[in-house]
């Protein structure tokens, strides 16, 4: 079965970076778009980004652009996303999340698998 | 950027009621609209892609229609697991935008 952890979440300093971590397991990960989704405390669901299944196209939230950088290692079943210049309104839980569409060229979104989340808490 | 909203932005309903949700988009996203279900402490469900289409496993009592700017998610008869906040998705350009949500809390 699909199973997706994160991992790297933390308390950070405003201005500071963190990387996160999603392990991927029960399907064939090289062949599904990945996106990331937060929610800050109390508030409603927020997209971050998005990196097709081959890692050429990258797109982002434009609260996030130009801070984040979404990757990922197919070789290893990982994705990550690096988060630079931290504000408190970064503050969320973060979700690592599978795209529906199979090697798909065109990035759209359908998430159909989420993991549980890690939170990231900006704070001096 | 496309622009999701909700209404209502919260309901209370009793067990066995039918419940409909709204959501519009700023422009035309065709069919590409997706619905979630989010329970506290736990990861979104995906009950509904394109507008209508019940993924597997989800009970019959959900159903969806709509497209270009106007969709709806209804609950025939709501049941008390299904008592949770409602997000509908655009998937059709990024930034891939959530409406702000719909809590539906018991009567």
């Known amino acids: 079965q699909v199973e997706l952890v994160e991992s790297g979440g933390g308390v950070v300093q405003p201005g500071g970076s963190l990387r996160l971590s999603c392990a991927a397991s029960g399907f064939t990960f090289r062949n599904y778009g990945m996106h990331w989704v937060r929610q800050a405390p109390g508030k409603g669901l927020e997209w971050v980004a998005v990196i097709r299944y081959d890692g050429s196209i990258k797109y982002y939230a434009d609260s996030v652009k130009g801070r984040f950088t979404i990757s990922r290692d197919n070789s290893k079943n990982m994705l990550y996303v690096q988060m630079n210049s931290l504000r408190a309104e970064d503050t969320a839980v973060y979700y690592c999340?599978?795209?529906?569409?199979?090697?798909?060229?065109?990035?759209?979104?359908?998430?159909?698998?989420w993991g549980q989340g890690t939170l990231v808490t900006v704070s001096s | 950027d496309i622009q999701m909203t909700q209404s209502p932005s919260s309901l209370s309903a009793s067990v066995g009621d039918r419940v409909t949700i709204t959501c519009r988009a700023s422009?035309?996203?065709?069919?590409?609209l997706n619905w979630y279900q989010h329970k506290p402490g736990k990861a979104p469900n995906l009950l509904i892609s394109s507008a209508s289409t019940l993924q597997s496993g989800v009970p019959s009592r959900f159903s969806g229609s709509g497209s270009g700017t106007d969709f709806s998610l209804t609950i025939s008869s709501l049941q008390p697991e299904d008592f949770a906040t409602y997000y509908c998705?655009?998937?059709?350009?990024?930034?891939?935008?959530f409406g702000p949500g719909t809590k539906v809390v018991i009567k």
């Open positions: 422009q035309s996203v065709l069919t590409y």
């Open positions: 998705q655009q998937g059709y350009s990024s930034p891939f935008t």
């Open positions: 999340a599978k795209d529906w569409r199979v090697l798909a060229a065109a990035i759209r979104a359908v998430i159909d698998f």
